[in-house]
């Protein structure tokens, strides 16, 4: 910009010189100041030519409309039509481009770009920005309303009745070992707490007296009883102890012998239980209805932080781990640097197939933005230093031509 500032007024001053040196040498008489009158003179009419027609292709020459002139103007649709035509068909054709892109290494490109120590920590801060920003996004959602439906949506179609089935199956065994001892240290705590020992022995006189009253004679063991009751004799408070202590050693036992008959009724109740629910119609009701109850109940907001909170700094290294990784890869394994760089060249090529009609709106569009002033002024600043050497060069080369006029009319006629 600052060379054609220069040059533009270089022009203007060799010009001006040409003029007054065809007025200093206007009257001159010998043989040498008329030469020099030849060359200003020619060297004026030259440079005045170039002018009018260099300033002719941006505007009217004096701001006077004279014909064929501010050639730019006039005809920015015709460039236009003529800057696209040689960039949709000459410079940037289909095949131009086609031909480009298949003998593009996209992989190896794209390999030096990811594993660039700047890029990495640029990628990485753009993906895990993406996740924070759909978390985000999902939170906002406060009821997560569509996030529950599509839930229990899916819960309805699915059949949970065969991979139930599978999994129970596959692990009955050490799911009936947990519940056989979950039930045994339940029933070991009750037989071993006060509640059970004065419940029983609340039931043990209903019991006896219920069965005496089966026998003939009841009324003799009846009165038995009664006095052993009166005398202390039958102390139901040290029976149900009793009882409850050999239950519980039964129970003892049967804790660490899977063969204890109290274990394998316990395992012969859990398949009936298991049997019976695998098999039954409500399996899929059941199931989905648990779901959508727990559905309603769980806090998204809060679960997305908590598990985002956890996840969030092994989330950002295995991020920079996978660039990193994957940008290795790329570099060294053939296939799957072939295999990136077809599905590139697939999705290229379909852009250049379906939008090489944009190159032209896009230029359209741009051009059309400017307006004539300033598109004459960008296009003379970038040539303008070229048409100012023209109209310098016009003076001179005028100039020469005029001494040649000169030697000839003087002395070779």
Known sequence: MKKYMKMSYMAPISLAAAMAGFILTLKAQNIPFRLLHSFFEASMVGGLADWFAVVALFRHPFNIPIPHTSII?????RITDGIIDMLENQWLTKDALQNKVERFDF???IAKIIVRHENIKLIDDFAFGVINDFLEKMKADNEFTEVRR????HSKMINFKEPVNAFINDNFVDISSKARQMILNEAEGLL????????????????????IEKFPNSEVIMAAVNFGE??????YNSISRE??????????????DVNHIISQKIESALRGITNEMLNGQELNSNISQIINSSVD???????????WQKLSPKVRINISDAIIDYGNRLKQDDELKNNFNVWAKDKVLVIIEEKHSEISN???????KINDDELTNQIEEKVGEDLQYIRLNGALVGGLVGVLIFIIKNFLI
């Open 73 to 77: 103007k006039k005809n920015r649709g």
């Open 150 to 153: 599509a839930v229990k949506n």
């Open 192 to 211: 071993n707490s006060d509640e059970a020992v004065e419940f029983i022995a609340v039931e043990i006189p209903k019991i006896l007296k219920s069965y």
């Open 362 to 368: 896009i230029v359209r569009e741009n051009i059309a």
């Open 107 to 109: 992989a190896s490109e």
């Open 230 to 235: 009166m005398s202390g004799m039958l102390n």
């Open 243 to 256: 009882i409850c202590r050999g239950a519980s050693a039964e129970i003892l036992n049967a804790k660490d």
């Open 297 to 307: 109940k769980i806090n998204f907001s809060d679960l997305i932080d908590n598990i």
